[in-house]
């Protein structure tokens, strides 16, 4: 039995592990000629870079596709758990070390924030129980399945639905928990790990926290890349062929699936016909539609849902080490409702914008010169909607360096020795991803679980879809998770 793979992102690379685990020849095409996607990794002059995700939980996921496969990870892939979360730095001059010690975390928060160190614990149980009883249910199995709503665990859900915050938005439930305004905002930050407003989505994705702090946030010894390349290493040593270059023109179907056209790298006129048994959908679900399916009904409802935050960012290699900086950094706005606001109703960036800073030659030395550091600086931005976004680029761009030099006090304009900038547009173009969307369609409402499509198809027979578009959502985890809903959806051959 043949499976074809349409894209070479982490969810189509897992899958393929998967079903190759479970018998079938497995195909990937890969209209870039790089695996991975948003985990993708580039090289500019003496710097490297991590083009996309630069926060590495649930290695369980990883690890979980080596056992199955019967390889031992440390052959392929190494990481470590951080000492230390996130520094978060605030314009008053208010610093924050946050570390993976929770106890410690908390005394910190105390000191520095004026928060009570219970109520900080108090909050962290609190997120592990909301994972506990809600990670069963809606991100190990398919919501589209009866069986997932008779289970156990379903039952479980059902009579703790009061404690799940499904009736608060998470700002609002931040707002009643703590005594400080720093410390909501803190918190209120984990709507942005799926790309929402904290405004706006339910105080349900307060499990978030719960993923950086009680299980842990973590580093691939090579890089977040190194999740992307040993995968393929493993793949590609099942006996999954990868196929760059190629891009999948048409999946051919009836009620069944048939095969893909796919485009001949060297005559973009014409096709290939392949035939495979099962198909699987890595590209975003709307495109999958739109330009592979265009004849088959379209389930309008879920295509047409808004889609989450995208990102601006700045690639910069910086000729100067600062060691009031770590891996993971955070500079806040002063208003970050104002920054929301900006985000999803004016659909631009706020011009005191909350700043990430990911330095990743902090623990990988070689990813810049001695002497030097690699910036990768992201900033929320909204979807593509046809913006300036060479006006909006620009003037943050500017704010950025502004708001780095007060903070750091030192003027970084001049450090900045290489530069490259990824924006939605470039993201929706290496991508495939509507809008330059980072996590598909948004969790902004309540029933925004509901409005992702299911991980197959309901009308052709024997095709799938993974990825950060589709059921369970966006992020690594997630991805790895649709992979392996799917997986556990296909007959062993
Ligand atoms: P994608 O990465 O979307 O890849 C899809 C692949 O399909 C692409 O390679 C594309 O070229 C290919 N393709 C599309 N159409 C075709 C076609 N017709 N034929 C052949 N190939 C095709 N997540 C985290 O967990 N932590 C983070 O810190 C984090 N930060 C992020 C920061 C940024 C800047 C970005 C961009 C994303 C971030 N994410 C983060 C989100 C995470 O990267 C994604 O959710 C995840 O990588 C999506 O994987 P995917 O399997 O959906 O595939």
Known sequence: MRAGIIGAGIGGIATAIRLRNKGYEVEVFEANNYAGGKLSSFEQGAYRFDAGPSLFTMPQFVEELFELSGKPISQYFEYIRLPEVCRYFWEDGTRLNVSADTKEFAQEAEKQLGEPAGKIAKVLKDSAFKYEILSGLFLEDSLHKLS????????????????????????????????????????????????????????????????????GAFFPKNGMYGITGSLVALAQDLGVKFHFNSRVKEIVADTKVKGLKIEKADDKQSEDFRVFDIVVSNMDITPTYRKLLPNAKHPEKLLSQPKSGSGLIFYWGIKKEFSELGLHNIFFSDNYKAEFEHQFQKKTIYHDPTIYLNITSKYKKDDAPAGSENWFILLNAPANDGQDWDKIIAEARQNVIAKLSRNLKTDIAPLIESESILDPRSIELRTSSVQGALYGNSSNNKFAAFLRHANFSSRIKNLYFVGGSVHPGGGIPLALSSAKIVGGMVEEV
Do not use: C
Request: avoid cysteine; charged fraction near 10%.
């Open 148 to 215: 997932t709503w008779t289970s156990a665990k379903a039952l479980r859900g059902y009579l703790n639905l009061h404690k799940l915050g499904i009736f608060n938005t998470m700002n609002a439930a931040n707002e009643q928990f703590f005594s400080t305004p720093k410390a909501v905002q803190m918190f209120n930050r984990y709507a942005t790990y799926n790309g929402s407003d904290p405004y706006q989505t339910p105080a349900t994705l307060n499990i978030i926290p719960h993923l950086e702090y009680n299980i």
